[in-house]
């Protein structure tokens, strides 16, 4: 099946300073690749996604960038702000969702 | 209209006993899944219905079982539980299962076996 890897699995950064978390994936078959963001206690939530016919998707402060051909794809957050932080996973989907393991984000105020 | 809903929030159970896990959801999808998440590990999935009468293993299905009972209710049943069945368990479902279909996630619930 497919193994996707998620780094950094902490990251803390001063408010206001952007935050940048990447994922790799093993199956070229993956076309579908969300992020969820994860609060304390909570239930996974979707933030952003992209397809993958897609290179790049801006939502806002969000935006996910996609590279097919070395297999990894990255979420990017600018002008962190406190409420961001929270713990949040990749996924990659061929036939099923495949999460990585996580990245627990801190935003200094 | 409230998305996914589970029960119960928490349980405590010993190892032997069996309990069963609901789901359900109010959006009309036609797609549940049943995932566990660990700490370190990530979220992965335990079973899935693709839709009404069909379910399938996902990746960690061993200790399991699923019944897709209606359109809107997805159940999970461990017969004989084992402390390596703690984790939290977390429901979703989407509008029709392809592989770029948006997942939406229930609440959750706790599970401890002692």
């Known amino acids: 099946g497919e193994n996707v890897e998620q780094h950094p699995s902490t990251l803390s950064v001063q408010e206001g300073d952007s935050a940048v978390i990447k994922c790799t994936y093993s199956d070229s078959a993956s076309n579908y690749f969300p992020w969820y963001k994860q609060e304390l206690g909570k239930r996974p939530q979707l933030i952003i996604d992209?397809?993958?016919?897609?290179g790049e998707k801006k939502d806002q402060r969000i935006a996910v960038t996609l590279n097919k051909t070395a297999k990894h794809f990255s979420l990017h957050i600018t002008e962190t702000q406190p409420e961001d932080s929270a713990v949040y996973f990749c996924?990659?989907?061929?036939?099923?969702?495949?999460f990585g393991t996580g990245t627990s984000l801190t935003v200094i105020p | 209209n409230a998305g996914v809903t589970q029960t119960p929030k928490f349980q405590v159970l010993k190892t032997g006993q069996s309990m069963t896990l609901q789901c359900a959801q109010d959006?009309?999808?036609?797609?549940m899944y049943w995932y566990r998440q660990d700490p370190g590990m990530g979220l992965r999935l335990i079973y899935y219905s693709a839709s009404e009468g069909t379910t399938d293993k996902g990746e960690v299905p061993n200790g399991y079982n699923v019944s897709r009972l209606n359109k809107r209710e997805f159940s999970l049943r461990l017969e004989s539980a084992a402390p390596s069945q703690t984790s939290v368990y977390f429901c979703?479902?989407?509008?029709?299962?392809?592989?770029?279909?948006?997942?939406?996630f229930g609440p959750g619930t706790r599970l401890t076996v002692l």
């Open positions: 992209i397809r993958s016919n897609v």
């Open positions: 979703a479902s989407s509008v029709w299962g392809g592989s770029t279909d948006t997942q939406y």
């Open positions: 996924a990659a989907s061929y036939n099923q969702f495949y």
């Open positions: 959006m009309n999808h036609n797609s």
